[in-house]
């Protein structure tokens, strides 16, 4: 049975199922809030990317964007789909190591990389850092110089494409903290000092037009913007790409309003421009890299919650609160996303009004979903939000001093904790007394 157009599944007791899994039994065995992913979800959208580029023969790299959710079992994940990885921080880069996950296939971002970030990086050996400023150039050829060894690169630009998307995740256009710019000679100036770097292997471009992105065009327009600058570099200084990162930002479903393409069509007509670019410049065919995050753990991932006080305003609004909100996901309250739900133990159940889905947070604005049809609610039942997998625990916090919720993973039928579920005693161990 399709719930909400969501691929779970209804048992006879009339309970959400993910991965073979009763909701119900796993909120009872772990408690609310918490945050369930189905596995296999994970591999099949993996396998997605990875198994067209195989399909098409064409050389490809799939990094998985750790932000979107950053956890050693995670990480494990990733590593047996054959994936690599993107990350952002020591502490992403940390949990890779961690992870046992192989340090040739992890690529370090970031706008504002600390001298510790780009010497943990350069230390453990990593395959690629994506160089984003002029400062970052400079740090980078001294750090290689002092521990005497060479890290392969790529450079950041900003193609000036703007993404479908919304405003405060368009991150591709000419105003953007991310990357050189390619419209005003920032780009030429940061080739010529890769190029020749005697300690700085420059492999090629690299660029992100957004988030949360529907169509092929902007991704293919951005190719194409690339392949022109490279085609000056290569007259003028005999340039060939190895690699060309086009980044991701590939969408998913939340609600009815979204319409995603299936991820296999990303894959393929990025493989289709990128050969057509090369075959046009009579190069070779570039490695290609992309970045999915969203895209591989979104949908696989669920929150639960427990439904407990309600409120009626006559004439305006009804009211239900769960027992977390913008402590665990905080896309609602930061840039208005939107989800689905369902009530878990009531998944059979026709909606008979509409209820809002209000957040415990001591703010106005931590309002989860409004306007949900559901069936009669009533305290104690478990409210399940689809589509959380991203930035839900990547972005949890301690507002109102809050612990965060447990993760746990379920496949073939079997449940595991991944994240245990911290304790007040968690929340308050960095605190010290003042005397």
């Given at each position: 049975m399709i719930v909400d157009n969501h691929p779970y599944e209804v048992n006879q007791e009339g309970h959400l199922e993910i991965g073979g899994m009763d909701t119900v039994d796993l909120a009872e065995k772990y408690g609310t809030p918490l945050y369930i992913y189905d596995v296999k979800a994970i591999r099949e959208n993996c396998r997605a990317f990875v198994q067209t580029f195989e399909e098409l023969d064409i050389r490809a790299q799939v990094a998985y964007a750790s932000k979107a959710f950053s956890?050693?079992?995670?990480?494990?994940?990733?590593?047996?789909?054959?994936?690599?990885?993107?990350?952002?921080?020591?502490?992403?880069?940390?949990?890779?190591?961690?992870?046992?996950?192989?340090?040739?296939?992890?690529?370090?971002?970031?706008?504002?990389?600390?001298?510790e970030e780009l010497s943990m990086a350069i230390q453990h050996d990593i395959g690629c850092i994506v160089v984003d400023n002029f400062l970052e150039i400079d740090m980078i050829g001294k750090l290689l110089e002092k521990y005497d060894k060479k890290m392969d690169v790529l450079m950041r630009v900003t193609p000036g494409i703007e993404s479908k998307t919304h405003k405060y995740i368009m991150t591709g256009n000419e105003d953007s903290k991310f990357g050189f710019n390619l419209q005003n000679g920032q780009a030429d100036e940061a080739?010529?000092?890769?190029?020749?770097?005697?300690?700085?292997?420059?492999?090629?471009?690299?660029?992100?037009?957004?988030?949360?992105?529907?169509?092929?065009?902007?991704?293919?327009?951005?190719?194409e913007v690339l392949f022109k600058q490279i085609a000056v570099w290569n007259e003028k200084y005999d340039?060939?790409?190895?690699?060309?990162?086009?980044?991701?930002?590939?969408?998913?479903?939340?609600?009815?309003?979204?319409?995603?393409?299936?991820?296999?069509?990303?894959?393929?007509?990025?493989?289709?421009?990128v050969t057509d670019f090369a075959s046009k410049l009579d190069i070779p065919v570039p490695e290609i890299w992309i970045e999915p995050g969203r895209a591989i753990v979104g949908n696989a991932g669920i929150t639960l919650y427990s439904i407990g006080s309600t409120k009626?305003?006559?004439?305006?609004?009804?009211?239900?609160?769960?027992?977390?909100?913008?402590?665990?996901?905080?896309?609602?309250?930061?840039?208005?996303?939107?989800?689905?739900?369902?009530?878990?133990?009531?998944?059979?159940?026709?909606?008979?009004?509409?209820?809002?889905?209000?957040?415990?947070?001591?703010?106005?604005?931590?309002?989860?979903?409004?306007?949900?049809?559901?069936?009669?609610?009533?305290?104690?039942?478990?409210?399940?939000?689809?589509?959380?997998?991203?930035?839900?625990?990547?972005?949890?916090?301690?507002?109102?001093?809050?612990?965060?919720?447990?993760?746990?993973?379920?496949?073939?039928?079997?449940?595991?904790?991944?994240?245990?579920?911290?304790?007040?005693?968690?929340?308050?161990?960095?605190?010290?007394?003042?005397?």
């Open positions: 956890s050693i079992a995670m990480v494990q994940v990733a590593k047996q789909e054959g994936l690599s990885l993107d990350v952002v921080s020591e502490g992403e880069l940390y949990t890779a190591l961690q992870a046992g996950f192989p340090v040739e296939k992890i690529h370090l971002h970031g706008n504002n990389k600390s001298i080739f010529t000092k890769l190029f020749e770097h005697p300690y700085i292997q420059f492999k090629g471009l690299h660029c992100h037009i957004g988030s949360q992105i529907f169509e092929t065009e902007g991704f293919l327009l951005a190719a340039f060939v790409p190895e690699v060309l990162n086009l980044g991701g930002g590939f969408g998913i479903r939340y609600t009815g309003e979204d319409s995603p393409l299936p991820l296999n069509q990303y894959a393929e007509k990025l493989g289709a421009a009626s305003i006559p004439g305006v609004r009804e009211y239900i609160s769960v027992d977390g909100g913008m402590t665990d996901n905080l896309r609602p309250a930061l840039y208005q996303a939107k989800y689905e739900a369902v009530i878990a133990n009531k998944a059979d159940k026709e909606p008979t009004g509409q209820s809002s889905i209000a957040g415990k947070c001591c703010e106005s604005g931590d309002m989860l979903i409004k306007d949900l049809p559901l069936p009669e609610p009533e305290t104690g039942d478990i409210l399940a939000v689809f589509s959380t997998g991203a930035y839900g625990y990547s972005m949890a916090n301690h507002y109102n001093r809050i612990p965060k919720a447990a993760v746990v993973f379920v496949e073939d039928g079997k449940d595991q904790l991944v994240v245990q579920r911290e304790s007040y005693k968690d929340v308050v161990k960095n605190d010290l007394t003042y005397e």
